[in-house]
């Protein structure tokens, strides 16, 4: 069974840092595209920034120069490292990864992770 665990989280002031670190675990093949996605209060979950196999990355305009995305396939460990932190930043922080797992054959599926709060105070 594939799990996505998140940790990382926390309360931190405004202009603070933190560090998000997904670690996924399972029978699994290969990651694809993973993702960092979060979640305010009565909003929707947005993407925040997603890193390919190739290592290419993506950023939403907000965070951009702000957050930085990568990962360590030897780990299986996706990484979010969070500076200048506003309080618009916070919100429920979602691990997302598309990878092949074996559940009988290998397929690809989708998964995420529980979520890591993540709390900035002005």
């Known amino acids: 069974q594939v799990q996505l665990v998140e940790s990382g989280g926390g309360l931190v002031h405004a202009g603070g840092s933190l560090r998000l670190s997904c670690a996924v675990s399972?029978?699994?093949?290969?990651?694809?595209?993973m993702a960092w996605y979060r979640q305010a209060p009565g909003k929707q979950r947005d993407l925040v920034a997603d890193?390919?196999?190739?290592?290419?990355?993506f950023y939403v305009d907000s965070v951009k120069d702000r957050f930085s995305i990568w990962r360590d396939d030897a780990a299986n460990t996706l990484y979010l490292q969070m500076n200048s932190l506003k309080p618009e930043d916070t919100a429920v922080y979602y691990c997302?990864?598309?990878?092949?797992?074996?559940?009988?054959?290998?397929?690809?599926?989708?998964?995420w992770g529980q979520g890591a709060q993540v709390t900035v105070s002005s």
């Open positions: 997302d990864a598309d990878l092949i797992r074996w559940g009988g054959v290998w397929s690809r599926r989708e998964y």
């Open positions: 399972g029978s699994i093949r290969k990651l694809n595209t």
């Open positions: 890193v390919s196999s190739s290592g290419t990355t």
